[in-house]
T-cell receptor
Framework: DAGVIQSPRHEVTEMGQEVTLRCKPI?????LFWYRQTMMRGLELLIY????????DSGMPEDRFSAKMPNASFSTLKIQPSEPRDSAVYFC????????????FGSGTQLSVL | RKEVEQDPGPFNVPEGATVAFNCTYS??????FFWYRQDCRKEPKLLMS???SGNEDGRFTAQLNRASQYISLLIRDSKLSDSATYLC??????????FGSGTKLNVKP
């Protein structure tokens, strides 16, 4: 299996622009998670899906952030408009249905908003 | 209060040393416990699960103390390749994973 695949690896954009991050989970995994990592705040859970349905989005910082999972093999995290404080590494992770299965992370997207 | 708290370090130890990290969690309803390892500019990867009875995987030993709400990781005979950040993780409400900020380990020759 190819593992969790994220794109792009790096994104540099200007304040106010729309940013879309993409994730393909491991086939057969029913849970998908979006995390953000910064030096100051560590790894923060933004949102997670079960069987393509958003279960908990309480970590999404504000309305500028949105996430979708149109099918079992694809998810997007969108920031519109982007701000410099959104600069971080964004990780996607997936896990199987079983109770408290381990997380498999993608390589992350390094986002820089200038 | 943070769900999971860790000493950020860094812990600087010579090769061959034994080093231990602790982390504490705030919610007694936490269900499962893990240690993840993260190399610089890489994604976190599972190192080991932590069971109530304690468990060992080669040079690594993990312990859980539910009464005091802390988790420990012991690394024996440290290798240069053990240099990384170690993340303590707890879960609650099924599949909701809470990560600590990590403890940085530097193993020196």
């Amino acid at each position: 299996d190819a593992g969790v695949i994220q794109s792009p690896r790096h994104e540099v954009t200007e304040m106010g622009q729309e940013v879309t991050l993409r994730c393909k989970p491991i086939s057969g995994h029913d849970y998908l998670f979006w995390y953000r990592q910064t030096m100051m705040r560590g790894l923060e859970l933004l949102i997670y899906f079960n069987n393509n349905v958003p279960i908990d989005d309480s970590g999404m910082p504000e309305d500028r952030f949105s996430a979708k999972m149109p099918n079992a093999s694809f998810s997007t995290l969108k920031i519109q408009p982007s701000e410099p404080r959104d600069s971080a590494v964004y990780f996607c992770a997936s896990s199987m249905t079983a109770f408290n299965e381990k997380l498999f992370f993608g390589s992350g997207t390094q986002l820089s908003v200038l | 209060r943070k769900e999971v708290e860790q000493d950020p370090g860094p812990f600087n130890v010579p090769e061959g040393a034994t080093v231990a990290f602790n982390c504490t969690y705030s919610n007694s309803a936490s269900q499962s416990f893990f240690w993840y390892r993260q190399d610089c500019r890489k994604e976190p990867k599972l190192l080991m699960s932590v069971y109530s009875s304690g468990n060992e995987d080669g040079r690594f030993t993990a312990q859980l103390n539910r009464a005091s709400q802390y988790i420990s990781l012991l690394i024996r005979d440290s290798k240069l390749s053990d240099s990384a950040t170690y993340l303590c993780v707890v879960t609650r409400n099924f599949n909701k994973f809470y990560f600590g900020s990590g403890t940085k380990l530097n193993v020196k020759p």
